[in-house]
């Protein structure tokens, strides 16, 4: 089943200057998510991500096309969607820096018309969730950034939307923090959530994306698994090994596809090797010689992003 399906979404924004182009932040993109799947959605600023969540989440208009968020049109019928989707934005965005944890998040499900037993309930639990409990009354701007944004998930998560819009949440998150936040898509997943996650950190969109978008300038350039979106553009897969002989080395770099070849210090060494299935011969050149510590890894969704948007993706601001 599709929980999100968006079609030739097209939205602008006036520049404000007299005579001026609009700017185009989506240029009619077309999306399906399945139903509880993480979706990535990966592009460099002002790609069109966060105008994306707004349409969906009934905060932005779109200019033309469509959107559907399970089968209902954001546009047309925003009270039916809010109750199917929370958002979370990342950074310092709409909390209330004066207002406790609790009552940031009370605020918000009286916004979604739960009930205040109820919603007591449920903020407990929440702020259980998200390890706040034992900040639940201190006032928000007290908190840490990493805080605020467990904050933002446990609000977010109120009233229980089946489709769950991440936007930027690990920015500013300390690795611990980053770490417990996958933990906690993994468990949206499970639970049967749809989970559209944009992000700039490729490795998190490697390890928690079922399927990945990348887009720029407001147009999709390719959706695929984030393995298949290496292969496609001939990304590199990664082969590490330890306590490798000096003697095979130049039998690794004369093999077909065999890219690179890197020293991580540690007596461990990493291989690059280009396109798909050629790691087979690596393996087995590493086997034979008596090695026995071995990983591999997909092609890196690095490499795919920068290779497929290269230097756009550190230009920053307006176009
Ligand atoms: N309210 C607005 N008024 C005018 N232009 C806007 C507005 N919101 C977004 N834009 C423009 O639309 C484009 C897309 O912006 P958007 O915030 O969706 O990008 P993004 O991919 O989320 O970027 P980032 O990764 O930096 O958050 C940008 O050119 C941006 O300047």
Same mark, same amino acid.
């Given at each position: 089943?599709?929980? /999100?399906?968006?079609?030739?979404?097209?939205?602008?924004?006036?520049?404000?200057?007299?005579?001026?182009?609009?700017? #185009?932040?989506?240029?009619?993109?077309?999306?399906?998510?399945?139903?509880?799947?993480?979706?990535?959605? !990966?592009?460099?600023?002002?790609?069109?991500? %966060?105008?994306?969540?707004? #349409?969906?989440?009934?905060?932005?208009?779109?200019?033309?096309?469509?959107?559907?968020?399970? &089968?209902?049109?954001?546009?047309?019928?925003?009270?039916?969607?809010?109750?199917?989707?929370?958002?979370?934005?990342?950074?310092?965005?709409?909390?209330?820096?004066?207002?406790?944890?609790?009552?940031?998040?009370?605020?918000?499900?009286?916004?979604?018309?739960?009930?205040?037993?109820?919603?007591? /309930?449920? %903020?407990?639990?929440? !702020?259980?969730?998200?390890?706040?409990?034992?900040?639940?009354?201190?006032?928000?701007?007290?908190?840490?950034?990493?805080?605020?944004?467990?904050?933002?998930?446990?609000? &977010?998560?109120?009233?229980?939307?089946?489709?769950?819009?991440?936007?930027?949440?690990?920015?500013?998150?300390?690795?611990?923090?980053?770490?417990?936040?996958?933990?906690?898509?993994?468990? *949206?997943?499970?639970?049967?959530?749809?989970? !559209?996650?944009?992000?700039?950190?490729? =490795?998190?969109?490697?390890?928690?994306?079922?399927?990945?978008?990348?887009?720029?300038?407001?147009?999709?350039?390719?959706?695929?698994?984030?393995?298949?979106?290496?292969?496609?553009?001939?990304?590199?897969?990664?082969?590490?090994?330890?306590?490798?002989?000096?003697? #095979?080395?130049?039998?690794?770099? =004369?093999?077909?596809?065999?890219? =690179? *070849?890197?020293?991580?210090?540690?007596? $461990?060494?990493?291989?690059?090797?280009?396109?798909?299935? $050629?790691?087979?011969?690596?393996?087995? /050149?590493?086997?034979?010689?008596?090695?026995?510590?071995?990983?591999?890894?997909?092609?890196?969704?690095?490499?795919?992003?920068?290779? #497929?948007?290269?230097? $756009?993706?550190?230009?920053?601001?307006?176009?």
């Amino acid at each position: 089943m599709t929980a /999100v399906q968006v079609r030739a979404l097209r939205r602008t924004f006036s520049t404000g200057k007299a005579g001026a182009a609009e700017r #185009v932040a989506l240029d009619g993109i077309d999306l399906d998510i399945e139903a509880g799947t993480v979706h990535g959605l !990966l592009g460099p600023n002002g790609a069109g991500k %966060t105008t994306l969540c707004k #349409v969906l989440s009934t905060v932005l208009l779109p200019t033309s096309g469509q959107a559907l968020v399970l &089968g209902r049109d954001p546009a047309a019928d925003p009270r039916g969607v809010r109750p199917l989707v929370g958002i979370v934005l990342g950074g310092d965005r709409g909390l209330y820096g004066r207002l406790t944890a609790r009552q940031n998040i009370r605020y918000w499900a009286a916004l979604y018309g739960i009930r205040r037993a109820e919603a007591a /309930v449920r %903020t407990a639990e929440l !702020l259980d969730r998200f390890g706040l409990a034992d900040h639940a009354d201190e006032p928000v701007e007290r908190f840490s950034r990493g805080m605020k944004q467990r904050l933002h998930l446990a609000r &977010g998560l109120i009233h229980r939307p089946p489709v769950v819009l991440l936007d930027e949440p690990t920015t500013g998150m300390d690795p611990v923090s980053a770490r417990a936040f996958r933990d906690v898509v993994a468990d *949206l997943r499970t639970e049967g959530h749809t989970v !559209l996650l944009t992000t700039h950190d490729m =490795a998190e969109a490697e390890a928690l994306c079922d399927r990945v978008t990348l887009i720029d300038r407001g147009t999709v350039l390719a959706t695929a698994h984030p393995r298949e979106l290496g292969e496609w553009f001939g990304g590199y897969e990664r082969v590490e090994a330890r306590d490798v002989p000096e003697a #095979v080395r130049p039998e690794l770099l =004369a093999l077909d596809g065999v890219a =690179a *070849l890197e020293d991580l210090g540690d007596g $461990r060494i990493r291989i690059q090797v280009r396109g798909a299935d $050629r790691s087979a011969a690596v393996l087995s /050149v590493l086997l034979d010689a008596g090695v026995r510590e071995l990983s591999t890894s997909p092609p890196g969704l690095e490499e795919v992003y920068l290779q #497929v948007i290269g230097d $756009r993706g550190f230009r920053v601001g307006a176009r």
